[in-house]
């Protein structure tokens, strides 16, 4: 019904506050259909119980059988009655993959990138730039993380470049510029 209106003249010339006075409308019978589905079901459940509930009998004489008998009836009708519990989701968790970047402050990228520094030294191996003439370090990935996780935490796979150079170069380029000034 609702694509049919969709493509009529109607709903084509209607101004927005009439379109959203229609929408509510529709949802508001929906929610009354469904309210009065759910009252049926509730109404058609408690028959069938009462239908299947035992009669009590007058009498002080009920057998031990007949008790067991009446209480496992009335425990299936309870289990047959509870609505099923909700399933909790858990609550997503930041990514820590080598792509990502939380990826950049966990403790094995920074102790890796400090044995970097320590073995090419503070100096930008494509330009050359140091510290000293005000150049900030980074410590480079030769082939991207994005390309090659499994060498995100190769020391060999990394190199110390200032930031422009670093910027330069991006994920796209894989040029090793470790020996190349030497």
């Known amino acids: 019904m609702t694509d049919d209106l969709y493509s009529s003249d109607v709903w084509k010339n209607a101004t927005p506050e009439q379109r959203q006075n229609f929408i509510a409308r529709v949802r508001a019978n929906q929610r009354m259909e469904r309210e009065r589905l759910l009252a049926e079901d509730r109404k058609k459940r408690k028959e069938a119980k009462a239908a299947a509930a035992p009669a009590v009998v007058s009498s002080a004489r009920v057998s031990k059988a007949q008790q067991k008998a009446a209480l496992a009836l009335k425990r299936q009708i309870r289990m047959h009655d ?23 402050s966990t403790y094995a990228w920074r102790k890796l990138r400090m044995e970097a520094l320590k073995k ?16 900030v370090m980074n410590v480079d990935h030769i082939k991207p993380r994005k390309k090659w996780p499994s060498l995100a ?4 796979n990394l190199q110390v470049l200032c930031h422009d150079c670093n910027h330069g170069k991006g994920n796209w380029d894989e040029t090793d510029w470790r020996f190349a000034a030497s």
């Open 153 to 156: 935490l190769d020391l060999n």
């Open 82 to 104: 509870r609505s099923p519990r909700p399933v909790k989701s858990r609550k997503a968790r930041p990514s820590t993959g080598v792509t990502s970047d939380a990826f950049l």
């Open 120 to 135: 090419y030294g503070a100096r930008c191996q494509c330009c050359g730039a140091t510290p000293a003439d005000g150049a």
